[in-house]
């Protein structure tokens, strides 16, 4: 039985080293990278990695009414460039993105042939995920304190995912982040997001498979050869991903700059 697959390192580069030195990341077949992305840690690298931004990104940017929205998008967005640049050996400016349908942004071919990513981010915090060959989803969510979240699930979770969630008083809120997390990174590898069909994926804990590990079924049929997990972050942020990869090796890298 396999409990503990889940690796975390900090992960100190310089901006010359995230710019400059592609290909310089190894992602082994099987395998998981998950950064993440604190908010207060990228966003003084706004200004030395907007030029790796396209043009329609740099209008996109300038759309935001908020700096402080501004500057994030700029940084997760250059970061996202650059990591994927060193994936595949190419500088990170020289790639060009497109929208799925359901709104996921995937790389346009040849470059995103084999190289499978996802990207989630909420108030504070981002998460980027890579892997070769497979459908991968990831989800952050920021845990909000004193929030009423009866019924806020109701078009989403599936009845049994609402027992469970009945169950969970007086922790709701909790089990409602967790469990929405788990579903929207579901969603998200599956490429229909919350526009498929919510109410019909269930997902759950399974103590055969370890704490943190989760199962997912649709319409009853357990989805099988995937690994699914819950992410480790900090108390006040709940994350989940979910891939189609049979008991993948999953890095949790926590992503900063020098000061």
Same mark, same amino acid.
């Given at each position: ?28 077949? $099987?395998?998981? =990278? ?9 966003? =003084? ?5 907007? =030029? ?36 595949? $050996? ?37 998460? !980027? ?5 497979? =459908? ?28 469970? !969630? ?27 997001? !919350? ?9 759950? $804990? ?26 480790? *972050? ?10 189609? *990869? ?7 890298? !926590? ?5």
């Amino acid at each position: 039985m396999r409990r503990d697959f889940a690796t975390i390192r900090n992960a100190k580069r310089t901006e010359s080293l995230l710019l400059c030195d592609p290909g310089r990341l190894s992602l082994p077949e $099987n395998a998981v =990278h998950v950064w993440v992305l604190n908010d207060a840690l990228i966003e =003084h690298a706004c200004a030395a990695l907007a =030029h790796t931004l396209s043009a329609d990104e740099l209008q996109r940017a300038c759309a935001y009414k908020r700096e402080k929205d501004r500057v994030r998008f700029i940084a997760r967005r250059s970061i996202l460039r650059s990591l994927i640049g060193r994936y595949l $050996n190419c500088r990170g400016e020289s790639l060009r993105f497109r929208v799925a349908p359901f709104g996921k942004l995937a790389l346009q071919q040849p470059d995103g042939a084999r190289l499978a990513f996802n990207v989630s981010q909420t108030d504070g915090t981002a998460l !980027l995920a890579f892997a070769w060959d497979c =459908h991968v989803g990831v989800d952050v969510e920021r845990l909000i304190g004193g929030m009423d979240v009866k019924g806020i699930g109701r078009d989403v979770f599936s009845s049994i995912e609402e027992a469970a !969630l009945d169950a969970a008083r007086p922790d709701l809120a909790t089990a409602f982040f967790s469990t929405w997390s788990r579903k929207e990174s579901l969603l998200k590898a599956l490429g229909t997001g !919350l526009s498929g069909e919510p109410k019909s994926y269930t997902t759950g $804990n399974d103590s055969q498979l370890g704490v943190g590990r989760w199962t997912a079924s649709y319409k009853g049929a357990a989805i099988t050869g995937w690994t699914c997990l819950d992410l480790v *972050l900090s108390p006040e942020f709940r994350g989940s991903l979910a891939v189609s *990869l049979d008991c993948a090796r999953v890095s949790l890298n !926590l992503f900063s700059l020098p000061t």
